[in-house]
C-alpha cells in the first residue's frame, strides 16, 4: 500500500468511486480510494437499483437530469454494460390531493426538460397490465426514468477510475484523520499511515464516525431498510419502476437482466447498524406488492436482504466543502438516492475540488445547512 | 479455436454460471466470494447458494491454497426456501 496521496477518498461505494474517476478524468493525480470492505458492500449493492428524475424540487430534477444523460452513455464512456435501461417510473395516485401535489412536481419537472406527466388509469394500465386498478384515479408516468445493475455500474466505475491511475484499496478501514494546524496531515488505517492533505468523506452510513474524529458535526443516521427479490418471471411485465404512497412507499419493478421482481416499502428501523433481514418486512412487503399486483401472489419470494439509507434531517445528501478543515470535502448522507444520483454528484465533487466552483446546484446539499435550521423540503423519497 | 472444458461444466445451475466464469474472476484477483457472487449472480437464484455455494467454496479454496474452513459463506436469510408472496400473507386480504 502506499503511504502518501495527494487525495484520500473514505468509501468505495458508487459515490467515492464516481469521485474518484471524475477527478482523474479532470487530470487529477495521485488519488487513493479506501474501502474497509468489499467494493460496494455498504450501501450500493443493497438499493433498488431505480434511477428516477421525478422529484419535487430543482435541485434534485437538475442533478438527476444530468445523471440519466451520463448513464445513458455509461457504457460507452466506461466501457461495461451495466444494464442501464430507461423503462420509466410509474406513480399510482389515490387521491386529489396527490394528482394536486404530482401535477406541481410534474410541471416543475417539465421546466427543467423531464418529459414526465399526468396519465389516466387507463394508460397507466397499458404501461402495466397486471396493475390492480382499484382506487387509482391518475398516475405520474416519466419515460426517461429507469434503472441500472448496481453490481455492473461499481466494477465499471472502479475499473475506470484504475485505467486512469487511481488506486483503490479493499478490505482497507480508515481509522482516524491526524490534523496539524487545521490541515489535514494524515489518515491512519488498519493497514498504516497515509500522508495526505485532502479527504473527501464518502463513507455514507459511516461518514459520521468519522466527522467525530475530527470534531466535524453533521447529522447523518443509517437505518435499516429492506429489499426483496423474487425468482424471475416473464420478462416485459413490470417494465417501468411502479411507485404507490397510498401502500407506505411501496416500489417495485422487474429487474432488466434476470426477470425477477426487487422492490421495497418505507419500514425502517434505527438509527443502527444492524441491517438483518427480518420477517416483519417479508410480510410486510408481500402483502403490498399482492395489493398492487395481486398476481404477485403465485409468485415465489427467494430473498430479503438489509442496507442503509444514510439519513439526514431532509432526506437529501451532505455535499460540500468542510469550512473548518483545509481541503475536507464530504458526500454522504444520500437517504437512498446515493446509486441515482452518483454519476452527477462525481462530476459535481471533482469540478468543486479542482476549480474551486461548479454549475451544478451544490447549495442546495450545503452540510452546514443542518447547523442554521434551513432545511430543504423533504425529498421525495421511497422504500 | 480449442475449446475449454471448463465452460461445459455448469457451479451455478439457477444462472447458468460456469467453472471458467469463477476460475476466471480468482485469476484476475477476486477471490472473495461475496464479489463472486455480485459478479457471477452465483447464489442469488431460487436455489439461494443452496447448490452452488459449497462448489464456489471448493474452487476458491483449490485456487488460492486457503482452508476451506477459512472461506466464509455469504449470509443466509430468511426465506430459506422461496415461498410465495400469497402463503406469507396467509391468503389474507385485509391488513396484517
Redesign the interface.
Known amino acids: 500500500m502506499r503511504n502518501e496521496a495527494k487525495t484520500v477518498i473514505i468509501g468505495g461505494g458508487i459515490v467515492g468511486l464516481s469521485i474518484a474517476y471524475n477527478l482523474a478524468k479532470l487530470g487529477e493525480e495521485d488519488i487513493i480510494v479506501l474501502e474497509k470492505n468489499?467494493?460496494?458492500?455498504g450501501s450500493t449493492?443493497r438499493c433498488g437499483t431505480g434511477i428516477r428524475q421525478q422529484f419535487g424540487d430543482e435541485a434534485n430534477i437538475r442533478m438527476m437530469k444530468r445523471s440519466v444523460e451520463i448513464w445513458k452513455n455509461l457504457e460507452e464512456e466506461l466501457g461495461v454494460d451495466v444494464n442501464f435501461r430507461q423503462t420509466g417510473y410509474l406513480f399510482l395516485l389515490y387521491n386529489e390531493k396527490e394528482v394536486k401535489d404530482f401535477k406541481k412536481n410534474v410541471e416543475l419537472q417539465n421546466k427543467f426538460g423531464v418529459p414526465s406527466r399526468i396519465i389516466t388509469p387507463e394508460e397507466a394500465r397499458e404501461i402495466v397490465p397486471s396493475l390492480n386498478m382499484e382506487g387509482v384515479i391518475a398516475a405520474a408516468w416519466n419515460h426517461t426514468d429507469g434503472k441500472a445493475n448496481p453490481?455492473k455500474a461499481v466494477?465499471a466505475y472502479a475499473n475506470a477510475a484504475k485505467k486512469l491511475g487511481v488506486k483503490i484499496y479493499e478490505y482497507t478501514m480508515a481509522k482516524d484523520i491526524k490534523l496539524e494546524n487545521g490541515s489535514i496531515k494524515e489518515v491512519v488505517t488498519d493497514r498504516g499511515v497515509i500522508k495526505t492533505r485532502r479527504v473527501i468523506n464518502a463513507a455514507n452510513g459511516w461518514a459520521k464516525l468519522l466527522n467525530e474524529k475530527i470534531g466535524v458535526n453533521i447529522p447523518i443516521e443509517p437505518y435499516k431498510h429492506q429489499g426483496i427479490?423474487?425468482?424471475p418471471i416473464k420478462q416485459g411485465q413490470i417494465e417501468p419502476m411502479v411507485v404507490s404512497f397510498k401502500h407506505d412507499g411501496v416500489y417495485m419493478t422487474q429487474e432488466a437482466d434476470?426477470g425477477g421482481v426487487i422492490g421495497g416499502y418505507a419500514l425502517k428501523y434505527g438509527p443502527t447498524f444492524d441491517i438483518t433481514?427480518t420477517?416483519e418486512f417479508?410480510?410486510?412487503v408481500?402483502?403490498r406488492?399482492?395489493q398492487i399486483i395481486p398476481a404477485?401472489?403465485?409468485?415465489?419470494?427467494?430473498?430479503?436482504?438489509g442496507g442503509y439509507y444514510a439519513e439526514t434531517p431532509d432526506g437529501n445528501a451532505a455535499i460540500g466543502k468542510i469550512k473548518e478543515i483545509d481541503d475536507y470535502y464530504i458526500a454522504a448522507g444520500f437517504s437512498g438516492h446515493g446509486f441515482m444520483l452518483s454519476p452527477a454528484v462525481g462530476e459535481m465533487m471533482a469540478e468543486l475540488v479542482v476549480n474551486g466552483k461548479t454549475d451544478k446546484p451544490i447549495w442546495f446539499y450545503d452540510p452546514y445547512r443542518f447547523a442554521r435550521g434551513e432545511l430543504r423540503g423533504k425529498a421525495i423519497q421511497m422504500g | 479455436m480449442s475449446e475449454d472444458p471448463r465452460e461445459k461444466i455448469i457451479i451455478c445451475r439457477c444462472n447458468d454460471v460456469t467453472q471458467k466464469d469463477i476460475e476466471d474472476l480468482i485469476d484476475q484477483g477476486i477471490t472473495d466470494i461475496e464479489e463472486i457472487k455480485r459478479l457471477t449472480r452465483i447464489g442469488m437464484g431460487p436455489c439461494q447458494g443452496r447448490t452452488c455455494l459449497p462448489l464456489v467454496v471448493g474452487i476458491i479454496a483449490r485456487k488460492t491454497g486457503k482452508k476451506i474452513e477459512e472461506i466464509q459463506l455469504p449470509a443466509t436469510r430468511v426465506p430459506i426456501r422461496p415461498v410465495s408472496m400469497g402463503v406469507l400473507t396467509g391468503g389474507d386480504d385485509d391488513e396484517e
Not at chain 1, 468489499?38 to 458492500?41: E, I, M, T, V
Not at chain 1, 404477485?296 to 436482504?305: A, D, G, P, S, T
Open positions: 468489499y467494493l460496494g458492500s449493492f453490481f466494477f427479490k423474487t425468482e434476470q433481514p420477517y417479508l410480510r410486510g408481500s402483502y406488492f399482492s404477485l401472489k403465485y409468485v415465489n419470494v427467494i430473498r430479503i436482504w
